[in-house]
């Protein structure tokens, strides 16, 4: 692995918003800045939001990577689970 690795850890549900506030350019992935998060579930539903709100979600690069996953409306109903049991 080379880089640097970066932890946010963001402690509370005003702080998990902060990096899709400030004008700081995060990547995607391959090429993401943030290594490694770790919000409960409070602060993921920010972090989600704000995204959202800042527009995170628009780019078709975004959707691209989305796509390479794979992910079905199986995964989504819940039947991808039921198939591979």
């Given at each position: 692995?080379?880089?640097?690795?970066?932890?946010?850890?963001?402690?509370s549900?005003?702080?998990?918003?902060?990096?899709?506030?400030?004008?700081?350019?995060?990547?995607?992935?391959?090429?993401?800045?943030?290594?490694?998060?770790?919000?409960?579930i409070?602060?993921?539903?920010?972090?989600?939001?704000?995204?959202?709100?800042?527009?995170?979600?628009?780019?078709?690069?975004?959707?691209?990577?989305?796509?390479?996953?794979?992910?079905?409306?199986?995964?989504?109903?819940?039947?991808?689970?039921?198939?591979r049991?």
């Amino acid at each position: 692995m080379s880089g640097t690795l970066v932890l946010f850890e963001p402690t509370s549900v005003p702080k998990a918003r902060i990096v899709f506030e400030n004008p700081v350019e995060l990547g995607l992935f391959p090429n993401n800045s943030i290594s490694v998060v770790t919000p409960n579930i409070f602060e993921l539903k920010a972090m989600y939001e704000a995204a959202h709100d800042y527009g995170r979600f628009e780019g078709s690069q975004w959707w691209a990577i989305l796509d390479s996953f794979g992910i079905t409306s199986q995964f989504r109903h819940g039947t991808f689970l039921a198939m591979r049991l």
